[in-house]
């Protein structure tokens, strides 16, 4: 069995070339979760708040891994993840523009009887 090649869809329509317009400026991007927390700890029977503490988490292979992250690694991961998430958001709506253009321009199936 041979595979055809794929009808061309056309032209990019505006929105979709303003979208991967975005996506060229994109920058640095990662995915996961940073986080800052302090701790309060009891010390010599008083109470004291300790850190911040600034932490990276995210999956890989199916399981979590966790950085410990200075002050300075912590936002500039920050900016990388708010990045990734405005990516994947973008790609999102190319897949959608792109589906439908595919489903307005390509020949389908034919309906049953």
């Not at 979760?33 to 300790?50: F, I």
């Not at 990045?83 to 190319?94: E, K, T």
């Amino acid at each position: 069995m041979s595979l055809k090649a794929a009808p061309p869809l056309g032209p990019h329509p505006p929105a979709y070339e303003k979208l991967l317009a975005r996506l060229a400026h994109a920058g640095w991007f990662c995915d996961g979760t940073v986080v800052c927390r302090t701790l309060r700890r009891q010390v010599a029977g008083k109470w004291v708040n300790k850190g911040p503490y600034y932490m990276w988490t995210a999956k890989r292979a199916g399981k979590t891994v966790c950085y410990a992250l200075s002050q300075n690694q912590y936002h500039v991961a920050k900016q990388a993840i708010e990045a990734n998430r405005r990516v994947m958001g973008i790609l999102a709506r190319l897949q959608t523009l792109t589906r439908k253009t595919i489903l307005k321009k390509v020949p389908g199936v034919l309906g049953r009887k």
